[in-house]
């Protein structure tokens, strides 16, 4: 059925994934962690703008051609931040949303605990951004060897994202001291605030 002119502007989730050139479910998503406004009709379907479609576009061109202006930390470098998370959409909905904002960043990712203690070793980020449930090595055992080998990494700022609530975390042996939980769904504008400050941490004069 071809479209009025009257809704013409108004997409479902599978036209604005098509439009964006993603999944579904990565649309999906975007929706639930509000990157993406929308509304639902008397249905239950989401509808969602074509200017909000268009917007989000040009925001993520803008974010892949990269700032040169930005300012970096005082080695000449941005904040490196590690992404371990195993479902693919998720990943990209973190990273896509992290590209979009005015902060020096070189985000890395991986799927498992394993695989983030090989990146970490070779590329030393200053933020680790984990699950906890992972296939293999979870985040709770990645975290433990973290902490049980600090030498050489003690500014390494760990955050954990998980649907896990404390209790249940607390039952399956807790975190160290210093790990911050957030809760997915994840509120970006924290995770935002607290990437700012760790950039702020990095980009601060040394004190003599």
Same mark, same amino acid.
């Given at each position: ?8 502007? +108004? ?10 050139? =993603? ?18 009709? *008397? ?8 200017? *909000? ?18 300012? =970096? ?10 992404? =371990? ?24 990712? *991986? ?17 680790? !951004? ?24 003690? *500014? ?22 210093? +790990? ?5 769904? !994840? ?7 607290? +990437? ?13």
């Amino acid at each position: 059925m071809r479209k009025s002119a009257a809704n013409a502007d +108004v997409l479902s989730t599978r036209e604005a994934a098509e439009a964006l050139g =993603v999944a579904l479910r990565t649309v999906q998503l975007w929706v639930e962690g509000g990157v993406l406004p929308a509304w639902k009709t *008397a249905g239950g379907h989401r509808r969602i703008s074509r200017s *909000a479609v268009e917007k989000l576009i040009a925001e993520r061109s803008h974010a892949l051609a990269g700032r040169s202006n930005a300012a =970096v930390g005082p080695d000449g470098r941005p904040l490196r931040i590690l992404v =371990v998370e195993d479902d693919p959409d998720m990943l990209k909905l973190i990273c896509m949303v992290m590209e979009g904002w005015d902060v020096p960043l070189r985000v890395s990712t *991986a799927t498992n605990g394993f695989e983030a203690l090989l990146r970490i070793g070779d590329e030393s980020p200053d933020l680790l !951004l984990t699950d906890l449930n992972m296939p293999g090595m979870d985040g709770f055992r990645m975290i433990e060897a973290l902490k049980g080998h600090r030498r050489g990494r003690e *500014a390494l700022r760990i955050v954990v994202v998980t649907v896990l609530s404390a209790v249940e975390i607390d039952q399956r042996g807790g975190l160290p001291d210093g +790990v911050q939980v957030f809760t997915k769904p !994840l509120n970006f504008d924290d995770l935002e605030a607290l +990437v700012r400050e760790q950039h702020a941490s990095l980009t601060a004069p040394a004190l003599l």
